[in-house]
């Protein structure tokens, strides 16, 4: 069982920086792949970045350059440092955590989300 409660999010102008905390309680947080969502108003829920346990790191195209996805295995704790904000950033950020237990079944666990808001 894992917990995950993200922070951070905000109301920020275009160009701004925010960065986004997950901190997951549980066990064996360092073998989940984490991963940050976002989900505007009337649109699907994307993914926006991931990392896994070992450490690699992928982006949607929309980010970028802009976003940079980190964890911290010692405080159970994964980060999304959002620089030169957009307003088409704007949506709820959830944090994700996921492990596969084996083909076919994976643990799979959200947190609560977090709004990000771009606007001048």
């Known amino acids: 069982q894992v917990q995950l409660v993200e922070s951070g999010g905000g109301l920020v102008q275009p160009g701004g920086s925010l960065r986004l905390s997950c901190a997951a309680s549980?066990?064996?947080?360092?073998?989940?792949?984490m991963g940050w969502y976002r989900q505007a108003p009337g649109k699907q829920r994307e993914l926006v970045a991931s990392i896994t346990s070992g450490g690699s790191t992928n982006y949607a195209d929309s980010v970028k350059g802009r976003f940079t996805i980190s964890r911290d295995n010692a405080k159970n704790t994964v980060y999304l440092q959002m620089n030169s904000l957009k307003p088409e950033d704007t949506a709820v950020y959830y944090c994700?955590?996921?492990?596969?237990?084996?083909?076919?079944?994976?643990?799979?666990?959200w947190g609560q989300g977090t709004q990000v808001a771009v606007s001048s």
């Open positions: 549980g066990t064996t947080f360092s073998s989940y792949a």
């Open positions: 994700n955590a996921r492990r596969v237990v084996f083909a076919g079944k994976n643990d799979d666990y």
